[in-house]
C-alpha cells in the first residue's frame, strides 16, 4: 500500500481486508472509492461512484500483478488515470 500512497487519496482496509482507497467527491460523506480485490493470480480494481453500494460489482478499471512494490506502483499509476467525471 505505501508505494500507492498519493496525495489525493486516502488509504485503508475495508471491513473483509480489502484495499480501500477514498477521494472526497465534494459531497460530504459520499467519496469516491476505488477497491483492490483478489482475482486469480494478481487483483481487480474497481471504481465506486460517490452514493454507490461498495457491496455491490463496482466498474472494473483494471488489473495488478506482480511483487508488491509493483503492485502499488501500479495501483498509484491507475489512480492518477482516473476519469472522475465519466468511466476510467
Known sequence: MDAARTPEW???LDRRGQIMATKDSGEIG???V???VKAGRGMRVS???PGDDVEAEGEVIGEISGNP????RQLR???GDID???SS
Open 69 to 72: 512494490r509493483e503492485m502499488g
Open 30 to 32: 459520499l467519496p469516491w
Open 77 to 79: 499509476t491507475l489512480l
Open 34 to 36: 476505488v477497491l483492490v
Open 84 to 86: 472522475l467525471d465519466g
Open 10 to 12: 486516502s488509504f485503508g
Open 47 to 49: 471504481k465506486f461512484h
